[in-house]
């Protein structure tokens, strides 16, 4: 079956979301808007973050019922959570022949028809999401991104409109999604187990990775973190087929421009310099991953900037425009998220969950905080 695609023209195209309240349909549905399409949704009853969002686009959300889908609809769009042979919905929409699609064939669809980048790694990869939005602003790309959560500085979306040249979204490996995606750009964080109901053993989920950045047009890029053992041997691996591949290291062991240098925390803050740059760049973000995905960020965007005729190098203002957006940056919903102070105590919330992830998470914040007691 060739891949679903999008009608050249979404103008009073209509599009019904099974799952709308979902963090990734709801960002879709906030593409889909601005497209033109006429949208419309079904969820659950309980109340989500992402209630408010669907209500300031005009979305109205009702409960499931196969009674929300009548020959009106052109397209159906489900959560990869649901079963098209379980769902009323799409059951009813297969028994009226309309299009249905899930949510990363949807992505997919939609990366097919502009310059696509895609983010990846079992961590990070929502952080360093949102970083690459604030940063190709910073550098006035005319680029959408969409993020696996709500940001700040996406006015708390989950996508930054600045323009339609290039596509930047966050592609996730569960079930092998991201291969629905069709970058010419993948940023890779780190590889390690997970997502054990899938992915049995390292080896697996290993595989699927390369197997990701196999499906990169002939001389595109692969951005990765040095400092990933994961990450490293799957660059390996892929560069045994793929000679034609385009690499750039990132990290505090990297190689070339974007090594980081002389990290160091103070006054809740985190600085650190690139080797491209003796300024120092300033995050009130926690954490040496939050540098190192602001660095991955920044490398991903110096590839589109020859492209949107923003030099082949960064220049002294440019970077300084950079400087300014990670300073500014407040991070992602439960992601390091501040939630609040009380007598003293700072209550933050954060959705670490794997292992490495929690390790990793804590040595940021004993760091970032070291007055204070976890």
């Given amino acids: 079956m060739p891949p679903f695609t999008f009608p050249a023209r979404l103008q009073g195209f209509r599009v019904h979301l099974v799952g709308a309240k979902g963090t990734g349909v ?46 009106s609809i052109d397209l159906v769009v489900f959560s990869a959570a649901y079963n098209p042979q379980t769902h009323p919905e799409l059951i009813r929409a297969n028994e009226l022949g309309i299009p249905i699609a899930s949510y990363p064939e949807a992505l997919g669809a939609f990366s097919r028809t502009i310059d696509s980048s895609g983010i990846c790694g079992v961590h990070g990869k929502t952080t360093t999401t949102a970083l690459a939005g604030v940063i190709a602003k910073a550098l006035d790309l005319p680029a959408t991104v969409l993020a696996g959560s709500a940001v700040s500085s996406f006015g708390d979306r989950s996508t930054m409109y600045n323009g339609d040249r290039f596509f930047i979204a966050e592609t996730c490996e569960y079930r092998r999604h991201f291969l629905q995606f069709s970058p010419g750009r993948i940023l890779l964080t780190s590889v390690e ?10 080896n697996s989920i290993l595989q699927a990775f390369v197997e990701y950045m196999g499906v990169l047009p002939q001389g595109g890029y692969i951005i990765y973190c040095a400092d990933d053992a994961g990450a490293k041997e799957a660059l390996g691996l892929i560069r045994r087929t793929r000679t034609d591949l385009r690499i750039i290291p990132y990290g505090f ?36 991953h939050i540098a190192l995905d602001a660095t991955g960020a920044l490398a991903l965007c110096s590839t589109m900037m020859p492209a949107a005729g923003a030099g082949e190098q960064f220049t002294v203002a440019q970077l300084a425009s950079v400087r300014t957006a990670l300073e500014d940056f407040r991070g992602s919903r439960r992601r390091s998220e501040i939630l609040g102070e009380a007598r003293g105590v700072l209550f933050m919330d954060d959705y670490a969950h794997h292992p490495g992830a929690i390790r990793t998470t804590l040595a940021g914040l004993r760091e970032f905080y070291p007055g204070r007691r976890l």
């Fill in 26 to 71: 709801c960002a879709l549905a906030e593409l889909l808007v601005r497209w033109g399409a006429r949208v419309s949704g079904s969820d659950v009853s309980d109340r989500f973050y992402t209630d408010t969002i669907l209500a300031e686009l005009g979305i109205s959300i009702r409960e499931f019922s196969a009674d929300a889908i009548d020959d």
């Fill in 193 to 202: 187990s997970d997502h054990q109901d899938y992915y049995p053993d390292y």
């Fill in 253 to 288: 062991s990297a190689e070339g421009a974007f090594r980081i240098q002389d990290y160091s925390t103070g006054e809740e803050r985190a600085q650190f310099h690139l080797a491209l740059s003796h300024e120092a760049f300033s995050i009130r973000v926690p954490g040496r």
